[in-house]
C-alpha cells in the first residue's frame, strides 16, 4: 500500500492535545515530518518546549492512529529545529481562542517582548488587557486580565 502525505496528516488531526483538547497537534505544528514509504510511514513530532509533559500522551496518540493504517511505522521525537508559535495553523488559532485562550500573535523573525503585552481578550476580543504573570499553568502559557469584560485569560505564549 502506498501512502499519502495529506491523508496522514488528516489522520493525525483526530489527536489533540492532551492539555487543550479543542485542538489538534497537526494544528499545533507538533508534526513537523511525514515521510511515506511503500509500506511504511515516518512521523517527526517537535514538541512545544522541550520537557513538555504531554509529549508521550501525544506519541501514544499518533501510534494508536498510525497502528491502524499500517503495522510498520516510526515515530521521532526531535529537537533539531526548535517548534515556534508560527507553526500554529489558522484552523489552531481559532481552536485555541474557542478553548479560552488568547492565540500567539505571529511575526517575522524577530520575537519583540512587546508582543506579550498586546494580547486580545479570547471572549470579548478587547484590546484592554494586560498582562498579570509571564508564568501560567504550563510553560506554553502567560496569565492576561481583560478590563473590559472584567475575565482573566491565558494566552498561548509566541515562542
Known sequence: MTFIKEDILKALEQVSDPEIPTVSIVDLGIITGVQCHADSIAITMT?????????????????EVLSQLTSSYSIDVNYDIPWDSNRISEKGRQAL?????????????VLDLEILHKVSCPYCNSANTEMQTP???????????????LQAFEQFKPV
Open 47 to 63: 514538541p512545544t518546549f522541550v520537557g513538555c509533559p504531554a509529549i508521550d500522551v501525544m506519541k501514544q496518540g499518533v501510534a
Open 135 to 149: 508564568f501560567g499553568p504550563t510553560l506554553c502559557r502567560s496569565i492576561h486580565y481583560c478590563h473590559s469584560c
Open 97 to 109: 481562542k474557542t478553548f479560552g485562550l488568547a492565540p500567539p500573535p505571529t511575526y517575522d523573525l
